[in-house]
């Protein structure tokens, strides 16, 4: 563990401990840093939670090393299954998505159980010798100086507490004291319309039940209704409620149990979770205030259309926790976390709008609408793969692609992850190769390296990994072959922040 400087008691303190708070705990923790992570529930909530994941997020993941601990509770349809279908008032299907596995290395999309990915998120996190995982501590005053953070509150008991970090970030959700305290505005819009989330248990799922259809959306005038099967039976409903069903649909099982049977009969389900929502898209007018910051649904929440709230607070950590690292090893000036905000509040301005539009697509306000959608998605679906991969909302169309921050020449998008073989003859994903922090890969055949600039080279430690084609890996398929005679430094992301053709 680091010797944190100012006799502070951590060197990050995360306030929220979802999936955003305990992957940005894991990042921070697997490279050194010290941790507190408070927490007011001694459980993971039982409301229904986020459902959609990316490979984005599953590459982060990977990063933490808990992808095979939170596996059995993902579901994705291997490549070329239909995942996706917009479907008419009568069930017509009219625009459908298939499975890909993208330049990321798992699949472009896929669907979860936060609950027991979460408890397996928190299992790794506790063997983490440099975390306090600080469970039933209630927040109640976080303050600052030029050099620390502090926070104080009592824990359930009623005994006050109060510690000090270097640097302090708030993955405490939509209401985030953390945005409150630290005087950061939260400007955007609250949606009209009311909707049921249900979440229930198919009793008559069974180990070995094939997965026969993916996500389906009814495009129904004023009577949108969607559908997420998930893993080990459970299944998501989503009702756009009706005004005289505001308010009373949520406590009608029977009425719930009529509505289900009108698209999926043939299920028997026990209704788990349940509640009534308002959507909201909302962002904050800025992701740090001094040594404070915020991540996720305390920095941006959007509707679910677009499958993007979860996703988006793990790109938010991924790209946090390693600036973070690079200014508490003094390798960078703390204005490198100004590089945070400038990269990330303006890709998640698009995400935001993004599910806004497929909102006005998924729920037409009147059969003329709903005919001009099902026009349009028709058309598409009739375009040659080619040209209709352009229209196709998943992969790279929704990644980040930098035009600003920490990056250099040729850097802003993500490092491809495909099977190499390493310096044994083995497959392994290029990944495990990189290592957890910067990478240089030299895919030149010559042994030297492209020389980066001085303020380059102060970006990597000595945990930077080199590694050389031909000597360290091969790459049999031809799958790196757009970075021939290039050295490529990538950053702890996975963006890749320069490329040089080496000399």
């Not at 806004?356 to 375009?383: D, N």
Request: glycine fraction near 8%; hydrophobic fraction near 40%; charge should be neutral.
């Amino acid at each position: 563990m680091r010797e944190t400087p100012n006799r502070c008691d951590a060197d990050v303190a995360i306030i929220g401990a979802g999936p955003v708070g305990l992957t940005l705990a894991l990042l921070l923790a697997r490279n050194g840093c010290s941790v507190l992570l408070f927490e007011r529930h001694a459980k993971p909530f039982a409301e229904p939670r986020a459902v959609g994941i990316d490979d984005e997020t599953l590459r982060t993941w990977q990063a933490c090393g808990v992808l095979e601990t939170i596996a059995p509770y993902m579901l994705a349809g291997p490549a070329g299954a239909v995942v996706f279908t917009y479907r008419d008032a009568k069930g017509k299907g009219f625009f459908s998505l298939v499975q890909n596995k993208g330049s990321l290395g798992h699949p472009e999309g896929a669907v979860f159980l936060q609950p027991p990915t979460e408890e397996a998120l928190r299992s790794a996190l506790v063997k983490e010798s440099n975390v306090r995982f600080l469970v039933g501590h209630e927040v109640a005053q976080l303050t600052q100086t030029s050099t620390e953070t502090r926070t104080e509150g009592q824990t359930l008991d009623g005994s006050p507490f109060s510690y000090t970090a270097r640097y302090l970030v708030g993955c405490d959700g939509a209401r985030s004291q953390v945005r409150e305290q630290a005087g950061i505005a939260f400007p955007g819009i609250d949606c009209p319309e009311a909707w049921l989330i249900l979440d229930v248990f198919d009793n008559e799922w069974h180990e070995g039940f094939t997965l026969e259809q993916g996500v389906e959306v009814w495009c129904e005038p004023c009577r949108t209704t969607v559908t997420v099967p998930l893993p080990c039976g459970y299944r998501r409903w989503e009702i756009l409620l009706r005004k005289d069903e505001v308010g009373t649909l949520v406590n009608d099982d029977a009425a719930i149990r009529k509505r289900i049977a009108q698209q999926r009969p043939q299920d028997n389900p026990t209704i788990i979770r349940r509640k009534e929502i308002r959507f909201s898209a909302r962002q904050a007018e800025r992701y740090r205030a001094g040594r404070m910051l915020i991540a996720g649904d305390a920095a941006h929440v959007t509707p679910p259309f677009a499958a993007q709230g979860l996703v988006s607070g793990i790109r938010d950590v991924a790209n946090l926790a390693w600036k973070l690292i690079a200014v508490l090893e003094k390798r960078q000036p703390d204005a490198l976390l100004d590089t945070y905000d400038v990269e990330r509040r303006p890709h998640q301005r698009k995400m935001i709008d993004l599910a806004l539009f497929l909102g006005r697509v998924m729920m037409p306000r009147t059969h003329l609408e709903a005919l001009s959608v099902r026009s349009f998605l028709r058309l598409i679906q009739a375009l040659p793969a080619r040209i209709k991969g352009r229209f196709v909302l998943r992969g790279g169309h929704l990644q980040p692609h930098l035009k600003a921050g920490c990056i250099g020449p040729g850097g802003g998008s993500y490092f491809p992850q495909n099977d190499v073989l390493d310096a044994r003859g083995r497959a392994v994903p290029f990944d495990t190769l990189l290592g957890t922090g910067f990478a240089v890969v030299n895919f030149s055949t010559l042994q030297q390296e492209a020389v980066f600039p001085t303020s380059v080279q102060t970006l990597l430690s000595k945990g930077t990994s080199h590694l050389q084609f031909g000597r360290d890996f091969s790459d049999p398929d031809n799958a790196y072959a757009a970075f021939a005679g290039e050295t490529v430094l990538i950053r702890p992301d996975r963006i890749i922040h320069t490329r040089l053709a080496t000399s």
